[in-house]
């Protein structure tokens, strides 16, 4: 398997922890190989060609069953179609595994030759593997020949449950700090929120230019309303999800971010646009709302209903956790990508490894 390294701050990255964390390297003749990490130009050249060249070497002695690529669009997917090659030459099947919301206009964007090239690797794939209906269905508008099934990305479902009533009333937004995630948007309706509630408090946790973020929030006269923390993981992204009353993500374009089902796994409502594969994890006015993107408006007003409705809050958090564990949990998702890998992967080449006692 090869992809984002784990270290780094992305949804590829967190779904790779959530994969080590459910044991399926340890169940598995499996290595996960990093082609890509945070860093200086020179130092991303190097990684991706120390992989490169660590997977050639595997696949030529005939040490690689099968190969699974995780990837996005534009530089991502260029990036590993060098992986794909060898994968092709020696006749060694591979899985696409798709993540982030922009493929169709990534494949738009290109020239002729290119949008063939793009149609031959998909459809050369053993299987393509989408978060959601709606991914699945823009891959088959491209190629129609290419073998795909949906698979969400897992997610560990804690034992303890946010209260959603420790004050004050906070709004969580988690990710990285780009135009495409709509944190203006949530800057300019927090504005509005704040009219109806006065004492509540945005919380921005992630990474990125914070430029654009404080010009804004000076010019709104919200800064006592707003916290910008850094990118938070492990004991620090839970300490703010126990206190959240809802995870605000008002994305322009998604497939199936790791924030909303994060969310969902504590137990918070989530506010977010109906954009890619989201309205398939949030079920509007069940797990949170659903607003549309670029929409200010809508966007306070559904944060104001949820922060304002202690009873409303509370059932849907009580939804978000129920599926969460039904539908995306590790022990849910995990076991279908092993599906697959027994699928195609000769047993006598790439066995499972014994439980450990």
Excluded: C
């Amino acid at each position: 398997m090869i992809g984002t390294s784990p270290g780094s701050r992305s949804g590829i990255a967190s779904l790779v922890q959530a994969y080590a964390a459910h044991g399926l390297f340890q169940r598995w003749d499996a290595i996960y190989l990093p082609t890509h990490r945070d860093g200086s130009p020179a130092h991303k050249v190097a990684i991706a060609s120390g992989a490169w060249l660590d997977v050639v070497g595997r696949i030529a002695a005939g040490r690689v069953a099968l190969l699974h690529i995780h990837l996005a669009s534009y530089a991502s997917f260029w990036r590993k179609a060098l992986f794909m090659l060898p994968a092709r030459v020696f006749g060694v099947p591979y899985v696409l595994h798709l993540h982030g919301g922009a493929f169709q206009e990534f494949y738009a964007a290109q020239a002729g030759p290119m949008r063939a090239m793009i149609r031959r690797r998909l459809r050369g794939a053993a299987r393509v593997i989408a978060l959601s209906a709606q991914q699945r269905e823009a891959l088959a508008a491209i190629e129609p020949a290419a073998r795909v099934d949906v698979v969400p990305n897992p997610v560990d479902v804690p034992a303890w449950q946010a209260n959603l009533e420790t004050p004050p009333p906070m709004a969580l937004f988690l990710g990285v700090f780009r135009e495409r995630k709509g944190v203006i948007d949530l800057l300019n309706a927090w504005a509005r929120v704040l009219e109806a509630i006065p004492e509540a408090q945005l919380v921005l946790a992630g990474s990125g230019e914070l430029t654009d973020i404080w010009r804004v929030i000076g010019e709104l006269g919200i800064e006592r309303s707003v916290r910008i923390e850094g990118w938070v993981e492990n004991e620090a992204k839970e300490r703010l999800l126990r206190r959240a009353w809802v995870v605000a993500l008002p994305s322009h374009v998604e497939a199936l971010p790791m924030t909303v089902l994060e969310a969902l796994a504590a137990g918070v409502p989530v506010v977010a646009t109906a954009v890619g594969g989201i309205p398939s994890a949030v079920e509007h006015q069940r797990h949170g709302l659903l607003v549309p993107p670029g929409n200010a408006a809508e966007l306070a007003r559904a944060l104001t209903l949820v922060l304002g409705n202690a009873l409303r809050r509370k059932a849907m958090g009580r939804a978000a956790r129920e599926r969460a564990n039904a539908e995306f949990s590790s022990e849910v998702v995990v076991p279908r990508i092993e599906a697959i890998w027994r699928e195609l992967a000769p047993l006598q080449e790439f066995r499972a490894r014994a439980p450990a006692a």
